[in-house]
């Protein structure tokens, strides 16, 4: 694989990414190539923060005041970065959901998704330069899916409805930060958003629609444009499709796009293993 420390899998939610991303792990482990799998959820993710509060001093302050006989559970789950401090508000919730209730449904709104733009930046940021230098003093390769792309351009584009160019700046941010890794990019998309989408909600809750429907057109881009129901989503997701792909194109990385609209899986996994140069 020349050497390559980093494998990445991006795409629209459905397109794959997290089977495909099972599939290259597997297919390294065959080929006897020490890696580690890390997909969207892990609250272990080192490139990535999955149910993460974010407070500045003061906030973590009132919010221990708030809370005196839960100080030693907030400190057990505090990491400090930089001037904030962390609160891994998943594991708390894993330990016990209805002791610690209150507490959670507070750390909720302070969760890295859901701060400021630009604390969001400063912290992904830090965590990619935390995550290179963590993976060039191991050994192997780590396989990723979403947080390099997906999860960026759902807060900046459809969050914050940022510019083309202003997104593009931020991940080529990130790109020169991986560059070390040789890393690899697999981006697969579809002609017809609508067709992923409507497989993928047949799959899963209506509380995730629901949220899928308010996040992308009552906020940023879908509701500047005044998208509403899953047509809005529909829209916003083409554009933001349309986005990833110029912005894939300016990238440097080793990167392979794949319109998997027929879902010719067979096809598609050779062509992504010729391009990792792994054998099946």
Same mark, same amino acid.
């Given at each position: 694989?020349?050497?390559?420390?980093?494998?990445?899998?991006?795409?629209?939610?459905?397109?794959?990414?997290?089977?495909?991303?099972?599939?290259?792990?597997?297919?390294?482990?065959?080929?006897?190539?020490?890696?580690?799998? #890390?997909?969207?959820?892990?609250?272990?993710?080192?490139?990535?923060?999955?149910?993460?509060?974010? %407070?500045?001093?003061?906030?973590?302050?009132?919010?221990?005041?708030?809370?005196?006989?839960?100080?030693?559970?907030?400190?057990?789950?505090?990491?400090?970065?930089?001037?904030?401090?962390?609160?891994?508000?998943?594991?708390?919730?894993?330990? *016990?959901?209805?002791?610690?209730?209150?507490?959670?449904?507070?750390?909720?709104?302070?969760?890295?998704?859901?701060?400021?733009?630009?604390?969001?930046?400063?912290?992904?940021?830090?965590?990619?330069?935390? #995550?290179?230098?963590?993976?060039?003093? *191991?050994?192997?390769?780590?396989?990723?899916?979403?947080?390099?792309?997906?999860?960026?351009?759902?807060?900046?584009?459809?969050?914050?409805?940022? *510019?083309?160019?202003?997104?593009?700046?931020?991940?080529?941010?990130?790109?020169?930060?991986?560059?070390?890794?040789?890393?690899?990019?697999?981006? #697969?998309?579809?002609?017809?958003?609508?067709?992923?989408?409507?497989?993928?909600?047949?799959?899963? *809750?209506?509380?995730?629609?629901?949220?899928?429907?308010?996040?992308?057109?009552?906020? &940023?881009?879908? $509701?500047?444009?005044?998208?509403?129901? %899953?047509? &809005?989503?529909? $829209?916003?997701?083409?554009?933001?499709?349309?986005?990833?792909?110029?912005?894939?194109?300016?990238?440097?990385?080793?990167?392979?796009?794949?319109?998997?609209?027929?879902?010719?899986?067979?096809?598609?996994?050779?062509?992504?293993?010729? #391009?990792?140069?792994?054998?099946?």
């Amino acid at each position: 694989m020349n050497h390559t420390r980093l494998i990445l899998v991006e795409g629209i939610p459905g397109s794959g990414k997290t089977s495909t991303a099972r599939y290259i792990k597997d297919q390294l482990d065959k080929n006897g190539i020490f890696n580690t799998l #890390f997909l969207e959820g892990d609250l272990n993710h080192p490139a990535d923060y999955e149910f993460v509060a974010c %407070l500045d001093l003061d906030e973590y302050e009132d919010l221990k005041d708030r809370y005196p006989e839960l100080i030693h559970v907030i400190d057990q789950y505090t990491q400090v970065v930089k001037q904030y401090k962390l609160i891994y508000y998943g594991k708390l919730q894993q330990l *016990s959901i209805e002791t610690h209730k209150n507490l959670i449904d507070e750390l909720v709104r302070f969760d890295v998704y859901n701060v400021s733009l630009d604390r969001y930046q400063e912290l992904i940021v830090e965590r990619w330069l935390n #995550f290179v230098r963590q993976v060039q003093q *191991s050994h192997g390769t780590v396989i990723l899916e979403c947080c390099f792309l997906q999860n960026p351009l759902t807060l900046m584009f459809g969050r914050f409805n940022q *510019s083309k160019l202003t997104i593009t700046d931020f991940i080529k941010r990130l790109e020169q930060i991986i560059l070390p890794l040789n890393p690899k990019l697999i981006y #697969f998309y579809q002609d017809d958003i609508r067709l992923t989408i409507d497989r993928v909600t047949n799959e899963r *809750s209506n509380e995730w629609l629901r949220h899928l429907i308010w996040y992308f057109t009552e906020q &940023g881009y879908g $509701k500047e444009n005044g998208y509403h129901g %899953l047509d &809005g989503v529909c $829209k916003v997701l083409k554009e933001r499709k349309e986005y990833e792909l110029d912005i894939i194109n300016q990238l440097k990385i080793d990167k392979l796009t794949i319109n998997n609209t027929e879902s010719n899986w067979k096809a598609v996994l050779l062509e992504i293993s010729d #391009f990792l140069k792994v054998s099946q």
